[in-house]
């Protein structure tokens, strides 16, 4: 930035590598949560293929759905609610960070967060099957 | 458990750079005597003094307060006053100047960078009106005092900016600290300088270059809790793009 303070005329500057992430297990947590986003990102498309395959016609969508209950299909989904799931948490854990200057303990934010989406979860779950039963 | 009296030896490895001969930096090893108190600090003085008197670092206070000791210490931004030897031994301890500043000599770094930031947040108190001495000071209240304190405790000591990869991969960017000073005059009640000091904090190198890693606020020693500062400010940014932040201050709320 240039500015009314001059650099230094003779300076050594280290190259930031690639790996800079690896040499600190913060960066590490850091980079769990940023990668974790990438399944939100498959687990949209996972949708996003149900209603194209709705909009083809019955026999797709119900191609669709016989799809999802295949064992493979409910390992896969069981593997994204974990990585959604602790993908969601890391978001918790900053949320401290975005509030105004309240007087509230970080951790009773978290906490806060984390019970109620996890209760909201288990309304909408039972919520869900108590309509498609 | 060792006395507190005994002395014992820890190997220290240095970071060496002369920019007389321009040859990329290299590790030097000292062994260096310590005792139970005996900061990092004090063990790089004891080797200027006593093995190698070319070596150079920065310091002053000894006491956490000036904030110009800062290295990294096995690779984690600290004060190297505030640091202890004991806490190391018997492994080796690794000792570079702070991590994303161009070296000058050694550890001392070129802070200009910071500087110029600092000076762009304009980090001063801006009244609506300035009054004469006679009029007294300007009061306010321990809970408007709350809202900006911690954040006035900084003491540009430039860890947090050797802690985040951020400010390493775009350099461009404002910075933990020099964010958290503009935060901590926006939020004075005194201060009126919010307009003045939003085209820094709006830009994509203020407040929307961070990703909120939040190891600044981590390595902080002094509490100042950087990431709260940009993080509360991407919400104000953000009502202030759509304009809400002008009509709720027209309608008397915020300053
Ligand atoms: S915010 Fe903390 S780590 Fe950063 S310069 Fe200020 S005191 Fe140092
Ligand atoms: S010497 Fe002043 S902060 Fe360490």
Redesign the pocket.
């Known amino acids: 930035m240039s500015g009314r303070f001059k650099p230094a005329v003779k300076t050594y500057t280290r190259p930031v590598t690639g790996t800079w992430w690896k040499e600190n297990p913060f960066f590490l947590v850091y980079m769990a949560r940023e990668a974790t986003a990438l399944f939100v990102f498959i687990y949209a498309l996972v949708l996003l293929s149900g209603v194209i395959s709705l909009a083809l016609g019955q026999s797709t969508y119900e191609a669709w759905q016989a799809l999802l209950t295949t064992k493979t299909s409910l390992v896969f989904h069981l593997v994204l609610l974990g990585l959604l799931a602790y993908h969601t948490y890391t978001w918790f854990k900053v949320m401290p960070k975005t509030t105004p200057q309240i007087d509230v303990a970080p951790q009773t934010i978290v906490k806060t967060g984390v019970l109620f989406t996890a209760g909201l979860s288990v309304v909408i779950v039972a919520v869900l099957f108590g309509v498609t039963r | 458990m060792t006395a507190e009296t005994e002395t014992r030896t820890i190997e220290i490895d240095v970071l060496r750079y002369d920019p007389d001969s321009g040859a990329p930096p290299r590790y030097q090893t000292y062994k260096v005597p310590f005792q139970h108190d005996t900061s990092v ?1 004090v063990g790089l003085q004891y080797i200027k003094d006593h093995l190698d008197g070319t070596l150079t670092f920065r ?11 800062g290295t990294m210490i096995n690779g984690i931004p600290q ?4 640091t202890f030897l004991r806490d190391y031994w018997p492994k080796k301890l690794r000792i570079d100047p702070l991590e994303h500043f161009p070296i000058i000599k050694d550890l001392a770094i070129d802070q200009t960078d910071f500087l110029n930031k600092l000076d762009s947040v304009k980090p001063y108190l801006i009244p609506k009106q300035d009054k004469p001495l006679s009029e007294g000071a300007y009061l306010q209240t321990p809970k408007q005092m709350e809202q900006y304190y911690n954040y006035s405790q900084c ?1 540009n ?1 430039l860890l947090c900016y050797a802690a985040c990869p951020q400010y390493g991969l775009t350099p461009t960017f404002t910075g933990p600290a020099a964010l958290a000073l503009l935060h901590r005059y926006n939020a004075d009640s005194r201060d009126v300088g919010w307009s003045a000091r939003s085209d820094v904090l709006n830009s994509e190198d203020g407040v929307w270059r961070c990703t909120l890693v939040g190891y600044c606020s981590e390595v902080c020693p002094k509490n100042v809790d950087p990431a709260h500062a940009i993080n509360q400010n991407k919400v104000n940014s953000t009502l202030d793009y759509f304009g809400v932040l002008k009509l709720l201050s027209t309608v008397g709320f915020g300053k």
């Open positions: 600090l310091w002053s206070c000894r006491m956490a307060i000036c904030g110009s000791c004060l190297s006053c505030h003491i000591c």
